[in-house]
């Protein structure tokens, strides 16, 4: 792993908080870097909501909670902080860029449910890993051995 995305991902971890009585949920590392960060939580919410109202017509398909939480969780902590962090996307693509990733998450993991039709947290994990090469988040190359 890049010693640089080593570091970043060691000070997120460390800055979880357990309690949400601990304070400021960053560290003064963050605060200064990330206080042009264009994307949040909220943002990404939406985001994950239009890529499954493109992606399926809403009688037929649904992306279960825990597909979304997974997404939003992954894509947010694990993508957008990181790459921004480590100055490696500093424009406002980067909403675009995740937002066709997870349409192409969406569609995938879509073919692999059966049954009652709605996509699991395990389907969009199955739809990353077949779809690595595919995906833009993979040329940021955050998680190379």
Do not use: C
């Not at 949040?40 to 398909?61: C, G, Q, V």
């Amino acid at each position: 792993m890049n010693d640089e995305y080593r570091e970043i991902y060691s000070r997120l971890y460390d800055s979880a908080q357990l309690d949400p009585r601990e304070g400021r949920p960053f560290d003064s590392y963050f605060q200064s870097r990330l206080s042009n960060f264009p994307f949040n939580a909220e943002l990404m919410r939406r985001m994950i909501d239009d890529a499954e109202r493109e992606t399926f017509d809403p009688r037929m398909k649904r992306v279960r909670p825990d597909a979304k939480l997974f997404l939003l969780t992954n894509l947010f902590q694990m993508v957008a902080l990181p790459a921004w962090l480590a100055g490696r996307v500093q424009d406002p693509s980067l909403p675009s860029f995740l937002f066709v990733d997870t349409v192409t998450l969406l569609k995938q993991s879509a073919a692999e449910t059966s049954g009652d039709g709605e996509i699991s947290s395990h389907a969009v994990l199955k739809a990353v890993d077949k779809n690595w090469q595919k995906l833009n988040l993979s040329r940021l190359k955050l998680w190379e051995d």
